[in-house]
């Protein structure tokens, strides 16, 4: 029997990574979720408490807005899972501020963990994934990267770069069996979006036709169609799933 393809998920223990964590199990591959280091306990209970529901997730430290650090992971993973075959690159933060009120921190921040991470992480899987002529990477963005957002000059700039970011790799990987397209989530029910001031997020989902945000599953599903081995020939795509809010 063949081997499980092996999925790196950063990000993989919040709400969006969890969905696909599940979706790319459920679909038989071999799931590793990176998690930001000083969250090693969270990680270790939400491995602990998925694996008492049947998904044997493994779990690895990374600070993807360090480029060491992401090297560093990708050598654990090699030496004790395997390479890596399918990368979701999902790790995300916001500081949202207005312009006027945002700090050169804030900006950093949200620059070197949403946008900085993609080259941090995949870097390191571009030749092997090369070499072995097969590889899936997939970067999540959003719709604010497409549309801009007020209070997130730094989130809908760096978001907006994964796009580009995409289509750049997607055009050096096209002839290897590598294809890399990225997804726009809208606004998603996750610990990030409770975040939002109550009254601005249900404003925001009044500008939503579906009237409603995405559970993390629907996000998840999109990221395994487009993981899926039979996906061969879509690459550089950007897929929006955003309950029509911002159609293109
Ligand atoms: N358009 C116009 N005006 C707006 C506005 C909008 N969309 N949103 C807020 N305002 C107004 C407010 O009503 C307020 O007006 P007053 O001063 O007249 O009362 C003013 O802007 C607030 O300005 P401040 O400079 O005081 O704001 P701030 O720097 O403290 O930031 C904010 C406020 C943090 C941006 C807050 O409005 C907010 O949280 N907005 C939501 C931003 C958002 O959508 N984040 C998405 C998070 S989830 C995510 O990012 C996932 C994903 O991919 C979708």
């Not at 029997?1 to 950063?10: D, E, G, H, W």
């Not at 990374?62 to 390479?83: L, P």
């Not at 890596?84 to 900006?107: F, H, S, Y």
């Not at 070499?131 to 209070?151: A, C, P, T």
Request: charged share 20%.
């Amino acid at each position: 029997m063949n081997q499980p393809r092996i999925a790196l998920i950063t990000g993989g223990t919040g709400g969006i990574g969890t969905a696909i964590c599940k979706a790319l199990a459920d679909q038989g591959r071999k799931v590793i979720a990176g998690y930001y280091p000083p969250d090693k306990d969270q990680a270790e209970t939400w491995r602990h408490k998925h694996r008492e529901a049947g998904y044997d997730f493994d779990i690895v430290a990374c600070d993807v807005s360090d480029y060491e650090s992401s090297k560093q992971m990708m050598h654990d993973v090699e030496n004790t899972i395997g390479v890596v075959d399918i990368l979701v690159n999902c790790a995300g933060i916001t500081r949202d501020k207005t312009l006027k009120r945002m700090t050169p921190d804030q900006w950093d921040a949200v620059m070197r963990t949403n946008l900085d991470s993609a080259f941090n992480v995949t870097r390191h899987v571009v030749e092997s994934m090369s070499e072995r002529g097969f590889g899936r990477i997939v970067n999540i963005s959003s719709v604010n990267g497409q549309k801009g957002q007020f209070g997130q000059a730094n989130y809908s700039a760096a978001k907006a770069g994964l796009h580009g970011f995409t289509k750049a790799v997607a055009q050096e990987l096209a002839a290897k069996g590598v294809t890399v397209n990225s997804v726009s989530p809208g606004y998603v029910k996750t610990d990030m979006t409770d975040a939002i001031p109550e009254e601005v997020r249900d404003a925001i989902i009044q500008q939503v036709p579906m009237g409603r945000m995405a559970s993390p599953d629907e996000i998840a599903y999109v990221v395994s169609f487009l993981t899926d081995d039979r996906n061969t020939y879509m690459t550089g795509a950007n897929l929006p799933v955003n309950g029509g809010m911002y159609m293109t």
